[in-house]
């Protein structure tokens, strides 16, 4: 085994329902656009595009129940609820007919957006980095296994602030299905175990300021809930 020059990090991770155990992260991919009246609330016609995917560092997952400080650089922080595919085996090239034994869970998460920063990277043409992929910007609530829930197709997926409700859709408005996802996302590159796709967001995002708090959830699987505190 290697000796290393400086302590290795941590293994990023995510709590397992009903567990102490956790599901250890190596990627995070996410799917933009992926239900037709988010595209749409966002400027964009749905049924033009095929799907894209821009990636969030692993240690960009936090716990439900975490309180996340407002993020720097920003004036406009966005939330997404997202269903959340845990990847448990790897592959290229996955038919999407086999694409759902590839998956070892799911989980409800939230894409935290620095919007503002997006908007002007569109714009500019620059890259969405800045924009996605910051700080705890990738929280997820406890994975539940797809050997006890089965593969959801459908089912409300939903997201509340100070418990009023801002996204309401149904997974069975999702543009690209999961085993579609899985599929292009694996033409793209090499997916592993511990890998997470977020698979994008219904409508109603929007922003949040210190004092929040964030509840969502997807029928079937899970709840996650989040507070936004004070910039650090
Ligand atoms: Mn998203």
Request: net charge negative; with cysteine.
């Amino acid at each position: 085994m290697a000796t290393f020059v400086i302590t290795p990090p941590d293994p990023a991770s995510v709590a397992v329902a009903g567990s102490p155990d956790r599901f250890p992260v190596r990627r995070i991919f996410c799917v933009g656009r992926n239900y037709a009246a988010h595209a749409r609330e966002m400027g964009n016609d749905p049924d033009r595009e095929p799907p894209f995917f821009f990636g969030k560092p692993a240690d960009a997952v936090v716990d439900s129940g975490t309180i996340i400080p407002y993020p720097p650089l920003t004036e406009s922080l966005h939330y997404e609820v997202e269903l959340v595919v845990a990847i448990g085996r790897g592959g290229v090239n996955i038919d999407a007919t086999d694409a759902l034994g590839h998956v070892w869970g799911y989980g409800v998460g939230i894409d935290f957006t620095r919007r503002d920063l997006q908007d002007t990277a569109k714009k500019m043409g620059r890259p969405w980095d800045w924009a996605k992929g910051f700080d705890r910007s990738a929280p997820c609530g406890p994975l539940v296994r797809a050997a006890d829930i089965g593969h959801p197709s459908a089912g409300r997926i939903w997201l509340s602030v100070n418990g009023e409700s801002r996204q309401q859709g149904d997974l069975a408005e999702l543009i690209w299905t999961i085993p579609e996802v899985i599929a292009i996302c694996s033409q793209s590159m090499e997916l592993k175990a511990g890998d997470l796709i977020y698979t994008g967001t219904p409508a109603g995002v929007g922003a949040v300021t210190p004092g929040d708090r964030i509840a969502a959830g997807v029928d079937g699987v899970g709840e996650i809930a989040i507070a936004i505190a004070n910039p650090r």
